[in-house]
């Protein structure tokens, strides 16, 4: 019997490929190189590198570490969070010669750099998630405050006496009284632009397409220009018939080509206890920062792509080794010109790739422009962020979660600025710990919970008992990537005293992340313990009635 003739099946439509976002990428390359040629220069000033080495940094985090990375949007180049490091051990390092420290400084940050490639392949990339929220906005906001304390004076003109932040602050009003007219004007002007673009932007429309720091070099450069700083004369002041000296000091000063700029490395004191000490804030804070960048940039990525923090601190150790032997700062993840990166449209990795190429180019051929930037101006982008950084809404959003929260912030930042990060931030954690213990949390349940688990098909419970705190998050994290097919997830705390703030974040970012993936996470137990503020992931205090008395 013959087979009837089946036709065959009809072939899948073919999927349309997907639009090329190179165009996308390369507009937004161009204008996230805007704005970090200037912030790379000021960072390099202010820590105590030729302003050149911030730059390079910047060229290497777009030209080689985009291609190692997993976090498609970040851009990888040097950050405000590590001046006081970098300066730091400038000075420590080169006791009084800041070329020699300099070139010292180099050696921590390559040695850093192997550490923080170490720290990647042992898979080590959960670390961001270790460290209390308010440790480390505490840290940040004693950032701040270094960084104004040091630049403030720049932007004046003035060269201050005292080197430490707190004599520093102490000293400005002296700083005002002898200010500069001329460069403080520029500087004062500069920080006016900063702090009103906002409004600006908003009664505006075209003005919204102008970054905040070229509008600032747009009107620096041309005052620079009006005041002939590039030749050294002096000027009097009619109104008080003092006389004050300008010239090209006050600008950005550059080697003659970008190969001049190329510095490498003095590893002769990098076994010494300073270096060491240095290696390890340079690895630590580094690692965390770009970590918590990538974090953060991810829950800003319009597809919600979740990068592998791993590969991303393989990358971003990988470009600090380079950076570090060529003579660059240290870089990491940075979350302002990465959220600009998404806000102007980037679509992939080419976006960083292209800031760090327009950058190459415009030091490649265009050098004599840069010379042009007033350090001022610089300074003034650079007191910005500190205030940024050390906003007095900080304080209140830290607040807000909790007063223990407060508490430890305070802590940090005050311990931190008054001897260094990595005292302060120990004794930041060590604040967080005694408090939790007065809350109720058992010493040993601090680094290890007591963990039930049940499988059910797709269905995991996980129980957790006595404390879930910062110090043991991971232990419920490295339980929870066993499962990797369990579709439903709860995590009963019913039997914990203490479940703190760090980890109901994670815990809500993990939620989302989770989601993404089709898969649940709910948390249970929770109706017996009392919230620590009103916020929704503030702390949670199991609560204990007193027994009533039978009569």
């Known amino acids: 019997m013959p087979m009837p003739n089946i036709p065959d099946p009809p072939e899948p439509a073919p ?23 200037p912030l790379s220069l000021g960072i390099a000033m202010a820590s105590g590198f030729p302003p050149i080495a911030g730059v390079l940094t910047a060229v290497v985090g777009g030209v080689i570490a985009t291609w190692l990375g997993s976090a498609p949007l970040t851009i990888k180049g040097p950050a405000a969070g590590l001046i006081v490091i970098a300066l730091g051990a400038v000075q420590e390092l080169g006791g009084g010669d800041n070329a020699t420290g300099y070139r010292r400084a180099l050696a921590c940050i390559v040695v850093a750099a192997a550490v923080q490639i170490a720290f990647a392949l042992a ?3 959960a670390l961001g998630d270790l460290f209390p929220s308010s440790v480390v906005h505490g ?8 960084i104004c304390s040091k630049q403030i004076h720049t932007l004046l003109g003035v060269t201050p006496t005292a080197k430490e932040p707190l004599p520093l602050l102490l000293e400005v009003p002296a700083s005002v009284l002898r200010l500069n007219p001329a460069i403080a004007l520029i500087g004062v002007l500069s920080l006016l632009l900063l702090f009103g673009y906002p409004v600006l932007a908003r009664r505006t429309r075209w003005m919204q397409k102008i970054p905040a720091p070229l509008l600032v070099l747009a009107v620096a450069m041309p005052l620079a220009l009006v005041f002939h700083l590039e030749h050294r004369h002096t000027y009097t002041l009619s109104s008080t018939d003092s006389t004050y000296t300008v010239g090209p000091k006050f600008l950005v000063n550059l080697p003659g080509n970008l190969l001049q700029a190329i510095t490498f490395p003095d590893f002769s004191l990098v076994a010494s206890p300073v270096s060491l000490k240095y290696v390890v804030m340079f690895a630590l804070v580094g690692s965390i920062e770009s970590l918590l960048s990538a974090k953060a940039v991810s829950s800003l990525d319009p597809e919600r792509r979740s990068p592998d923090l791993d ?14 032997v060529l003579g660059g700062l240290p870089m990491i993840s940075e979350i302002v010109r990465s959220s600009a990166n998404i806000g102007y449209g980037a679509k992939s990795r080419l976006s960083n790739f292209f800031h760090g190429a327009f950058l190459l180019l415009f030091v490649a051929f265009a050098p004599g422009l840069i010379h042009r930037i007033p350090l001022a101006a610089l300074a003034a982008m650079l007191v910005f962020t500190g205030v940024r950084l050390a906003s007095p809404k900080e304080f209140v959003k830290t607040f807000r979660i909790g007063k223990e929260q407060l508490v430890v912030f305070i802590a940090t930042a005050a311990i931190t600025i008054a001897t260094d990060l990595l005292v302060g931030v120990a004794a930041g954690i ?31 419970v996980l129980r957790v008992k006595q404390a879930a705190v910062f110090s043991n998050y991971l232990s419920i994290k490295r339980r929870l990537a066993q499962h990797p097919d369990a579709l439903t997830i709860e995590i009963d705390f019913q039997d914990t005293r203490l479940v703190d703030h760090t980890v109901m974040a994670n815990l809500h970012d993990l939620k989302a992340t989770l989601e993404c993936e089709g898969r649940t996470l709910t948390l249970s137990g929770l109706d017996d313990h009392g919230p620590m503020s009103s916020h929704p992931l503030s702390a949670r205090k199991k609560v204990v009635l007193a027994p009533v008395e039978s009569r």
């Open 15 to 37: 999927t349309a490929p997907a639009p090329p976002t190179w165009k996308s990428d390369l507009v937004s390359g161009f204008l996230v190189f805007l704005i970090a040629l």
């Open 123 to 125: 898979r080590v990339g």
């Open 139 to 146: 840290m940040l906001a004693a950032i701040g405050i270094i």
């Open 311 to 324: 590969k991303d601190l393989l990358a971003t150790g990988v470009g600090n080794l380079a950076a570090g």
């Open 430 to 460: 060590a604040v967080e710990m005694l408090i939790h213990v007065l809350n109720g949390a058992p010493l040993r349940s601090l680094f290890r919970p007591v963990i039930e688990e049940r499988v059910e098909g797709g269905r995991l």
